[in-house]
């Protein structure tokens, strides 16, 4: 998989968020996106995923651009912002309703999931009384679950405990051995730094590699 994103330009009224942004991003490599907050980051992740059309340029993957088509591209998988569930469902009862909306993983997989992220035990815990951090590794767990090719996690550590962050980062590591891309947005440098073959950060609406 290729990622291709050509003279991004991304505005709300006339409030620039992104000018003239160009990168490229291919499977087996996880990039990190820094900068503080309300540069753009976000933003960014969301016209990759479709949820937002740029202003003016092109993203394309492997050479195609859905958003012409006002198509999501399919194999992608993100944890945007705040995760949001149903509150009176189980963690597991979430993830077992987006599962069906492909039919393409068992509960297995599901469970699995939820074991990666250390969210086992609180599976049929109601989401409305789930943590910070047990919301954010539900959000994880939906991410990773149908095995995507493409993942984006924006600020997945948050209110998660230092050993489940490593567990997690060990395993992005894996998948990105396996071939995934995988983008990570981070306000915690050492994040990035342990996880990232590239840094990009993001300021005033540019981006330079770190």
Do not use: W
């Amino acid at each position: 998989m290729k990622i291709e994103v050509q003279n991004l330009e991304k505005k709300f009224k006339n409030n620039t968020i992104l000018s003239d942004v160009n990168l490229e991003f291919t499977s087996g490599h996880i990039y990190g996106l820094a900068g503080r907050n309300g540069s753009g980051k976000s933003v960014f992740l969301k016209i990759l995923c479709g949820l937002y059309k740029p202003t003016l340029g092109i993203v394309l993957f492997n050479g195609k651009n859905y958003h012409l088509d006002n198509m999501f591209v399919p194999n992608l998988r993100a944890l945007i912002e705040k995760p949001s569930f149903f509150p009176d469902l189980t963690g597991y009862e979430n993830l077992e309703l987006l599962a069906k909306i492909q039919n393409k993983i068992s509960s297995n997989e599901i469970l699995s999931s939820l074991k990666r992220v250390n969210l086992i035990e609180e599976k049929d815990k109601l989401y409305k009384e789930y943590s910070l951090g047990m919301k954010q590794k539900l959000g994880i767990a939906q991410v990773i679950m149908e095995n995507p090719d493409i993942l984006i996690l924006d600020e997945p550590f948050n209110g998660i405990e230092e050993e489940t962050v490593k567990k997690i980062s060990n395993y992005l590591l894996e998948l990105k051995h396996l071939g995934k891309l995988i983008i990570i947005s981070s306000h915690i440098k050492e994040d990035l730094n342990y996880l990232c073959d590239e840094i990009y950060y993001f300021d005033n609406g540019k981006v330079q590699q770190k």
